[in-house]
Structure formats: structure tokens, C-alpha cells
């Protein structure tokens, strides 16, 4: 099965071409060749993945399977495709096919009676099938396609209802931000095969074998590594929506919540993430670290950051947008500090637990017809089902020690960072913080208290809406127990994903780590949700705390983070209006220059020309034409008056003609010289 | 100039030629009937059979092709009149006078 685990994005590509050609007539109007297809795919992940994990001692399977076909030839060199099946394409293939699989259900009842729905689905297999592919893919190449391609396939979902301005703008906003980052991800690539001289990342020849090369001193006294990693980061930064590309994520939110679920909360935002993991050696062989510093600082400042402006939105999805930059900002930073294996076991729990938070949201939004939190509140009685899953990921996503999936993998990032930098570490705590904060507040306002809206009449959500929730939430709770500090499966399969020499690097840079459960960060972790509990509730449950009272002294801060930071307001300022002032210049330029001075210059130039020819041709041309003209009519005027018609004028001509040659061949006859020379053959 | 046998130098018969020859070509000048351009072009004709003749006789060998010559001469101009009169009967038909310079209905 292994061997054919290129089939597994295949399958959705071709419901893909199926839905949109044959939707309306297909069944289930479309929908099930989707989910038939992602189904197969996601059985088909679980297989891979059960012979992956039960074959994971034996000498075949071990670390990597890989295989490359020919794809292009390029000079004296093939560039090759293929793909290949380690620990890390198993997690995220059946993350992938799980949450898309479970999405693509729930949809059935959140898009029902969309006059688009074929087409929702379609774009929703064409990006099962990117997304697989990207995770599954063994070189470069081919993963900047699928990246770029699941970048269009959230353009197109972000954009579904494209009847609203917001969302047109939004799904426009989202492609340039993310192309932004995308330009580094290229650059990046470009270097790697220039030093490299291949796309493939595995092998004798390729790219990880021979990052040595890089290991010279490049632009700014970097080494090319740091520049190579950096520059692959700016495509997980655009892609993952990190400081300072974050600002596409919340207006992202515009497309149907499902939608948010996979694509802007689980998968495609997780693939920056993702990218990063993959091209892990790159940063390991950097031995300044620098690029990786950069890593971490930029994923703690973002985890930081967003996670504060989640505390002042009121648009239940924008919560949860800024939670899930807060959260893939977490990943990042982990990464940076060297928690290879606990990124990625993030990213594997936070996928399940957001695509819940983002359903449940999704059936609240279906139930009430609004997203406004200050409208909801007591939801609890009249959405128990959805109450319920929603508070388990929420515990989930805070991070509640030993009961919970992300509580796992958060305290595993924090006892990473513990040993390798505290003030990533403490950033990280305060992190949690703020996240329980924001995220009771979100369940306490949506769920508790009175309904402060009695316009609206909340009802619970069908049960193919409920069912991909109640297993989220189940997994939410139990995918944490591969990683568990005592009998760390997850970390014994992903740390070969790196290779021998670089899995060494890494076991040399976490060094004395205290391997196992740790102490002080499970007390810290452990702090962090129950303050984060205990202020939400003081505030938001039972008025203990009035913030309002604040508003005199702390009234600025409430409004920069409400407005997060005027961040938009500033790039509105800076880079758009400094864009549009630059196209403004060009335009005028164009105007002026390019079209008024040369090509109307060329023109009128031309004309002119073309007039002083036309002149020529008038007068001189046709008068030389018309002149023969004229000469001919007049001679011939002249002429025709000798044409009378009458014989006896012929006939006098011809006797007056015959007299005067007579008399003319008669005077050469006496003459020395013949003045015609008829007379000299009389000689 | 040699005399012939018959005594009588070739420029009489020339003279009588040449004569008939202007008679015919003043009458062709100012004959006004067809007819009588007819007429004047025989006598044309006639003119050039005379000289024919007398420069057949009076070659210094005498020969028949001057006479000879004559004979087409008068064929040509038989077939010529007939032609000519059967043109004249139709323009007389057609116009009701054989008048030459009055037959102007195809001069543009």
C-alpha cells in the first residue's frame, strides 16, 4: 500500500473533474463523489499509516520511503517527481483526510440548499487533492505546486460567495498577502537547487545530502543556509499567517465556515508550518542559527500578538481566526526552538481541536443566523450538543494538562522551549494565558448567561453536522495520548523524518534535556489555564471584576486591540497607499511619457510625414500621371481632327503626303547628302 | 531611254498612264458619288495595267508578266466593284443617297 500512496491524492482530483462537470446530476447532487472520494483516501491514509507504524522497527520501512519518476528533462539533467512516505507525510496525511473528510460531511448540512453547491464541493476535492499532494511530495518542485495551488483553492472557497463585496475583497486580500510570502518560498527553492543542483530532497543527490554546499558566508555575513531557510520561512510566514502577513487570516473568514474549519484553521495554514518541518535540515545544518532564531522570535511575537487581539473581538470566527494565528504562531515557535517533534505534534492536535472550535462555531452561526457574539448567550440549553464539543476543544486548545490532546502537545513545546530559551518559554506561558482568556470569554459569552438577543431563535444543528463534531471532540481528547511525555510515540517515529546526521544534530542541541514528564512547566501550564479560567469567569461569568470601570485609564489599550493594533490601518498607509502612490507615478508616466510623448509622438511624427508624402504624391506623382494623361487627350484632341470619317480627306492626304516625299526624294536626288535616306538608295 | 520595236518611246505609254492615273485620282478627290469614286479608282487600275504592260514590252528581254499582271489586275478590280457596289446598294439602303462625304453615321 505504501508503493500506491500516490493514489490517495489521485482519488479527490479525479471527484474533482467528476463534481464539476457532472455535480447537479451526480448524487447527493455532488457531494458524495466528494466524500466517497476523500473517504477512500482517508482509508486508504489509515492503511498507509497502520503499515507504516507496525512496520516501523523492521529495516524496510524504516524512515523513509521514497521514489522519483522522471518528470521534465532539463539539460543534461531530469527534474524528478515523486513522493514519500515518512512519519511526518503519515501524521498529515491522516490529518489532512480525517478533518477534510469529517468537514466535507458537515457541509452537507451547512451548505444545504446553496445554489452552488457542486461547485463547493468540487473545490473542496481539488484541494484534499493539493494538500495530499503537498504533504506527500519528495521534491521542492512539486510541493510549490501544490502549495500554490492550495493557495487558489482557498482564493476560490475564501471567495464562494463572491455576491458579497467583503468576501470578494477578502479571497483577493488573502491570494496577494500569501503570494508575498510565496515569492520567498521560490527564492528560496532557487537557491537550494543552485547549490544543490536538485529539487529532489532525499537521496545520494539530493538536497539534504548536500546542504554543505550552502555552508558559505552569503549577503548580510549570513551564512547561505540562514539566507536559504530564511527565505523558505517567508513562504511559511504568507502561508501560516504570521506577523506581519497575518492580517489575511481574519478576513479570510468570510468564506463558509466549513471552509475556515479545513482550510484557515487545520490544513492549509498548518502547511507553513508543514514547510518548515519538511526543510528542517536546512536550519539544522545552519550552525549560527540564526535563521532559526528568527524562527522563533517571529512565532512567539505572533502567538503573543494575535492572541491578544482575540480578547476584543466580538465576530465569533474572528476569535477563532486569531486564535488559530496565536496557535500556528505557537508551532512556529517551537520549531524555532529546536521542538522539531513538538510542532508538528501541535499541529496534529490543533487540527483536530480548531476544526472543531470552527465547526461548532459553524453550528452556532447555522442555528442563530448571526456571528456577533454580543447577540448570543445561552446557547448552552438550546445547543447541547454543540455546547459540549465546543467547551472540550476549548479546553483542548487552553492547553488543561493530562485530559486534554493540547495539553499535551502545548506543555511538550513548553518543556522544550524550558531548556532551550526562557524568554520564548515565557512568552509561550503567557501565551496560554491570554488564550484561556480570550477562549472562556468567547464560550461564556456564545454559551452562558441569557440570550441577549430575543430576535433570534436558536435551534440545534443537524445531526451530519453534529456527528464530524462529537469525533472531533473525541479526538481532541485522544490524540494527544501518542505523545505523552512517559511513552513518547509520536517523538520515537518523527525524529528519523530528519535522517541520521541531522537527527543527531538535533538530540546534540536538546542535550540534557530533561527527557520525560516535567514539573515545572506542567505547574506552569497548569497556572496559566486556571488564572486564564479564573479572570474569564470573574469577568465574563459572574461580574466580579467590572473592566468596565477601567475604560477612563486603560481606554486606548481596549481600542488598539480591538482595532488589532491598527495593523491593516498602517499597512493601508504605508505599503498600499506607497503602492498605489508608485502605480499612480507609473500611471502617469505611462500617460505622459510612454503614451503621450512616444506614442503619440510616434504618431503624430507619422502623420506629419504621411501628410508631406501625401503632398508629394498629389502633386508631383499623380501630376506626372495626369500630365501623360493630359498630353495624350490633347494630342489626341488635336489630333482627331484629321479623323473626319470622309475618304476624298484620306485620299488628299495621302496625295498632298505623296507629293511632298516626291518632291523631297526628287530635291535628294540632285543633292550631295540625302537629307531622307530613302533618296541615297536611288544612288 | 531605248525605243521598242514598235518605234514608239515607252514615255508616251507612260505619259498616258501617268495621265490616267491624275484623272482618276483628281476624281477620286472630288467625285461625291460613291459611283463615281468607283469609276475614278477603275480608272486608277487601268493606269497602273498600262504601265505594266509597257514595261513588260519594253524590257530589254520582252516578257508575259507584265501582262500577266494586268490579268489579276483586272480580276482584282472585277471582285473589287463588286464588293465596292454591293456596299453601295446597302448604304443606299440604308441612307437613301450614295453621297461618300454625307455617310457620317459612324464617325464619333
Known amino acids: 500500500m505504501v508503493e500506491h500512496a500516490w493514489l490517495i491524492p489521485l482519488l479527490p482530483a479525479i471527484a474533482f473533474g467528476l463534481t464539476l462537470l457532472f455535480g447537479r446530476r451526480g448524487p447527493g447532487e455532488g457531494a458524495y463523489i466528494a466524500i466517497a472520494a476523500i473517504c477512500t483516501s482517508l482509508a486508504m491514509s489509515l492503511i498507509v499509516a497502520a503499515r507504516w507504524f507496525l512496520a516501523g522497527g523492521s529495516e524496510a520501512y524504516h524512515g523513509l520511503y521514497s521514489v522519483s519518476v522522471p518528470w521534465m528533462p532539463a539539460g543534461s539533467q531530469a527534474v524528478e517527481t515523486g513522493f514519500c512516505i515518512d512519519a511526518l507525510s503519515v501524521v498529515m496525511l491522516l490529518v489532512v483526510t480525517i478533518v477534510a473528510s469529517l468537514v466535507q460531511i458537515y457541509s452537507i448540512g451547512y451548505m444545504h440548499g446553496d445554489p452552488r453547491y457542486p461547485r463547493y464541493f468540487a473545490f473542496h476535492s481539488l484541494f484534499a487533492a493539493a494538500m495530499l499532494t503537498l504533504v506527500i511530495a519528495n521534491n521542492m518542485l512539486l510541493m510549490f505546486i501544490s502549495w500554490e495551488l492550495v493557495g487558489l483553492t482557498s482564493y476560490l472557497l475564501i471567495g464562494f460567495w463572491f455576491e458579497r463585496p467583503s468576501a470578494m475583497r477578502a479571497a483577493k486580500k488573502a491570494f496577494l498577502v500569501t503570494r508575498v510570502g510565496d515569492v520567498g518560498f521560490l527564492a528560496g527553492m532557487i537557491l537550494l537547487y543552485l547549490k544543490t543542483g536538485s529539487f529532489n530532497l532525499f537521496g545520494a543527490n539530493g538536497v539534504f545530502e548536500n546542504l554543505s554546499r550552502l555552508d558559505v558566508v552569503g549577503p548580510f555575513g549570513l551564512p547561505l543556509l540562514a539566507v536559504a531557510g530564511l527565505l523558505l520561512f517567508c513562504g511559511a510566514v504568507g502561508k501560516s499567517a504570521q506577523f506581519p502577513l497575518h492580517v489575511w487570516l481574519p478576513d479570510a473568514m468570510e468564506g463558509p465556515t466549513p471552509v475556515s474549519a479545513l482550510i484557515h484553521a487545520a490544513t492549509m495554514v498548518a502547511a507553513g508550518v508543514y514547510l518548515v518541518a519538511r526543510m528542517y535540515p536546512v536550519y539544522l545544518a545552519d550552525s549560527s542559527g540564526t535563521a532559526l532564531q528568527v524562527v522563533a522570535y517571529i512565532g512567539a511575537f505572533t502567538a503573543l500578538f494575535a492572541a491578544t487581539i482575540g480578547l476584543a473581538q466580538n465576530d465569533i470566527k474572528r476569535v477563532l481566526a486569531y486564535s488559530t494565528i496565536s496557535q500556528l504562531g505557537y508551532m512556529i515557535m517551537s520549531l524555532g526552538v529546536f521542538g522539531y517533534v513538538a510542532a508538528v505534534f501541535h499541529l496534529m492536535t490543533h487540527a483536530f481541536f480548531k476544526a472543531n472550535l470552527f465547526l461548532g462555531a459553524g453550528s452556532v452561526i447555522h442555528g442563530t443566523g448571526t456571528q456577533d457574539i454580543r447577540d448570543m448567550g445561552g446557547l448552552r440549553r438550546k445547543m447541547p450538543w454543540t455546547y459540549w464539543t465546543f467547551l472540550i476543544s476549548t479546553l483542548s486548545l487552553c492547553g488543561v494538562p493530562f485530559v486534554t490532546a493540547g495539553g499535551w502537545s502545548k506543555e511538550e513545546i513548553l518543556a522544550v522551549a524550558w531548556h532551550t530559551n526562557r524568554l520564548v518559554f515565557a512568552a509561550g506561558a503567557v501565551c496560554a494565558f491570554v488564550t484561556t482568556c480570550y477562549m472562556f470569554r468567547l464560550v461564556y459569552k456564545v454559551f452562558h448567561g441569557e440570550p441577549r438577543n430575543k430576535d433570534i431563535h436558536a435551534h440545534e444543528s443537524p445531526r451530519v453536522m453534529l456527528a464530524p463534531l462529537v469525533i472531533l471532540a473525541f479526538l481532541a481528547i485522544s490524540a494527544g495520548y501518542v505523545g505523552t511525555p512517559w511513552a513518547n510515540v509520536f517523538e520515537h517515529n518523527m525524529l528519523p523524518v530528519l535522517g541520521h546526521s541531522y537527527a543527531s544534530v538535533l538530540e546534540h542541541r536538546l542535550e540534557g534535556m530533561h527527557h520525560g514528564f516535567n514539573p515545572v512547566v506542567f505547574f506552569v501550564a497548569l497556572t496559566a489555564v486556571a488564572l486564564g479560567v479564573g479572570l474569564a469567569s470573574a469577568i465574563w461569568l459572574k461580574p466580579l471584576l467590572r473592566i468596565e470601570r477601567l475604560e477612563p485609564y486603560l481606554g486606548w489599550l481596549a481600542r488598539l486591540v480591538e482595532n488589532k493594533y491598527y495593523i491593516d490601518e498602517i499597512y493601508q498607509a504605508t505599503i498600499i497607499r506607497g503602492l498605489m502612490l508608485a502605480s499612480w507615478i507609473a500611471f502617469k508616466f505611462d500617460y505622459w511619457v510612454i503614451d503621450y510623448a512616444i506614442v503619440n509622438g510616434t504618431a503624430y511624427l507619422t502623420r506629419l510625414a504621411s501628410q508631406l508624402y501625401g503632398w508629394f504624391d498629389r502633386t508631383v506623382v499623380d501630376g506626372v500621371v495626369n500630365l501623360v494623361g493630359w498630353t495624350t487627350k490633347t494630342v489626341g484632341n488635336a489630333l482627331r481632327y484629321l479623323q473626319t470619317g470622309v475618304a476624298q480627306h484620306y485620299v488628299f492626304l495621302t496625295v498632298v503626303a505623296l507629293i511632298i516625299i516626291s518632291l523631297a526624294v526628287l530635291a535628294g536626288h540632285y543633292r550631295e547628302e540625302a537629307w531622307i535616306p530613302i533618296a541615297g538608295f536611288y544612288r | ?108
Open chain 2, 1 to 108: 531611254m531605248s525605243h521598242s520595236a514598235y518605234g514608239i518611246p515607252i514615255s508616251w505609254f507612260l505619259t498616258v498612264g501617268a495621265l490616267l492615273f491624275c484623272i482618276g485620282l483628281f476624281g477620286m478627290m472630288v467625285r461625291r458619288s460613291a459611283i463615281g469614286m468607283l469609276l475614278s479608282i477603275e480608272l486608277m487600275l487601268n493606269a497602273a495595267n498600262i504601265n505594266l504592260l509597257a514595261f513588260g514590252s519594253y524590257l530589254r528581254v520582252p516578257t508575259i508578266a507584265g501582262q500577266v499582271f494586268a490579268i489579276f489586275v483586272i480580276t482584282l478590280a472585277a471582285a473589287e466593284a463588286a464588293i465596292g457596289l454591293a456596299i453601295i446598294i446597302n448604304i443606299y439602303r440604308l441612307e437613301l443617297h450614295i453621297e461618300a462625304d454625307k455617310i457620317t453615321s459612324m464617325k464619333f
